[in-house]
């Protein structure tokens, strides 16, 4: 049945599975590019997709994933004051250092391991949605997963709510 997955999916599913994550993949009918349209079509609060926003560490040119609530922006100072000076990654960064399409970056299965920050904001739920590598997949865990999954520290990488 993973067969039928895109390749990234099943990248993701294959990580999933090796983790022991309870939850595979799910396309959805349409896409989920934004935060707003994947909680919509799951039926969830947008703060709970987990969306995966990558910059260009200037320093060395790594790849800086930040994993952040929906509903939150990502505050670049407070990213940089962690890792160092980021800038803005191009489609074609994200696709080589990922492997997957802005739109359906996931948190994990990368093709280069990044710098992972992970939004404290997300332990607001019990659970949460993230991408799974193409612009319809998307996949259940909780906060503490992503944690388990990529190893990254929980840090206060957003603007505040107002």
Do not use: C, N, Y
């Not at 599975?17 to 947008?46: F, K, W």
């Not at 609530?69 to 250092?97: H, L, M, N, P, Q």
């Not at 990368?110 to 920050?117: G, K, N, S």
């Amino acid at each position: 049945m993973s067969g039928d997955l895109p390749e990234g999916m099943q990248r993701v599913a294959r990580v999933l599975r090796d983790h022991g994550h309870p939850h595979s993949p799910v396309m959805l009918d349409d896409a989920a590019r934004t935060a707003q349209q994947a909680a919509d079509a799951l039926g969830v609060q947008v703060g709970q997709i987990a969306k995966s926003i990558i910059f260009r560490r200037k320093a060395d040119d790594a790849a800086v994933l930040v994993i952040a609530s929906g509903d939150r922006r990502v505050d670049e100072k407070k990213v940089d004051a962690i890792v160092g000076k980021t800038g803005r990654a191009d489609a074609e960064f994200v696709k080589g250092r990922t492997g997957f399409s802005i739109g359906g970056v996931s948190p994990i299965a990368h093709a280069v391991e990044p710098v992972t920050l992970i939004d404290r904001e997300l332990f607001r739920f019990d659970e949460i949605w993230a991408a799974a590598g193409h612009p319809h997949g998307v996949f259940k865990l909780r906060p503490q997963d992503l944690e388990r999954l990529t190893g990254a520290p929980v840090a206060d990488v957003v603007q505040q709510a107002g």
